[in-house]
T-cell receptor, first 116, second 115 residues
Framework: AQTVTQSQPEMSVQEAETVTLSCTYDTSESDYYLFWYKQPPSRQMILVIR??????QNATENRFSVNFQKAAKSFSLKISDSQLGDAAMYFCAYRSANFGNEKLTFGTGTRLTIIP | EPEVTQTPSHQVTQMGQEVILRCVPI?????FYWYRQILGQKVEFLVS????????KSEIFDDQFSVERPDGSNFTLKIRSTKLEDSAMYFC?????????????FGPGTRLLVL
C-alpha cells in the first residue's frame, strides 16, 4: 500500500517570501501521479499542482512549483512571493496510474501561515 | 467554471439515525468519489463509483455505508445508523475518467455532526 508523509505539521513565511513544503511517499509502482491540494479555512479542497511520475520536468503553475525527485520519492512544493491568500492547509496526495485504483492517498497536511 | 456541489453544508443528527449526503458532480464526469476528513486528521478515501457500480472501497466503507446515483445528476452517500465516530467532513469528488492523469475535483464538503 502506498503511504504519503508530510513531516512539517506547520510552517510560516513572511509575505512575499518563498516557502517550501515537504512531502515524501512510498510506493512500489513505477507510474503514478502526485498532487498538492490546498484547503483554506472554508475547507474546500482545491488542486494546486500535479506531477506525472513519468515526466522528468518539474511542474509549475504561476507562483507554485514542485521539486520532484523520483529516486528519493520526494515531492516538495515551493510557493514563491507568498500572499496572504496562500494561508491554508496543504495536502500532498498520491494516485496510482493503474486503472481501477483511482483513490487519492493523502498525507497529514501542513498548515501554512503567512505573516504580513 | 463547472464545479462539484454538495448539500447540505452542515448536518446534525442523533446517533443511530440515517443520513443521506448529496452531491452533484461535474456534468460530463464519469467517476465519482467520497472522502471523509475527521477534524484535525487527514483526508481518507471511502469509495469510488463508476458505471453505477462501486469500483473501489476502503476498509472504512463497511455495511453501514452505501452509495447511489439515483438519477443522471446526483450522487449520494447514505450512512444507515450513524455513530459518534462518523462525525467528520465528507467530500464528494468527480473526475472525467478513472485513469490517474485525470484530476479529481472536490466539492465544498458536508460537515456531519453526530450527537
Amino acid at each position: 500500500a502506498q503511504t504519503v508523509t508530510q513531516s512539517q505539521p506547520e510552517m510560516s513565511v513572511q509575505e512575499a517570501e518563498t516557502v517550501t513544503l515537504s512531502c515524501t511517499y512510498d510506493t512500489s509502482e513505477s507510474d503514478y501521479y502526485l498532487f498538492w491540494y490546498k484547503q483554506p479555512p472554508s475547507r474546500q479542497m482545491i488542486l494546486v499542482i500535479r506531477q506525472e511520475a513519468y515526466k522528468q520536468q518539474n511542474a509549475t503553475e504561476n507562483r507554485f512549483s514542485v521539486n520532484f525527485q523520483k529516486a528519493a520519492k520526494s515531492f516538495s512544493l515551493k510557493i514563491s512571493d507568498s500572499q496572504l491568500g496562500d494561508a491554508a492547509m496543504y495536502f500532498c496526495a498520491y494516485r496510482s496510474a493503474n486503472f481501477g485504483n483511482e483513490k487519492l492517498t493523502f498525507g497529514t497536511g501542513t498548515r501554512l501561515t503567512i505573516i504580513p | 467554471e463547472p464545479e462539484v456541489t454538495q448539500t447540505p453544508s452542515h448536518q446534525v443528527t442523533q446517533m443511530g439515525q440515517e443520513v443521506i449526503l448529496r452531491c452533484v458532480p461535474i456534468s460530463n464526469h464519469l467517476y465519482f468519489y467520497w472522502y471523509r476528513q475527521i477534524l484535525g486528521q487527514k483526508v481518507e478515501f471511502l469509495v469510488s463509483f463508476y458505471n453505477n457500480e462501486i469500483s473501489e472501497k476502503s476498509e472504512i466503507f463497511d455495511d453501514q455505508f452505501s452509495v447511489e446515483r439515483p438519477d443522471g445528476s446526483n450522487f449520494t452517500l447514505k450512512i444507515r445508523s450513524t455513530k459518534l465516530e462518523d462525525s467528520a467532513m465528507y467530500f464528494c469528488a468527480s473526475s472525467l475518467a478513472g485513469t490517474g492523469e485525470e484530476t479529481q475535483y472536490f466539492g465544498p464538503g458536508t460537515r456531519l455532526l453526530v450527537l
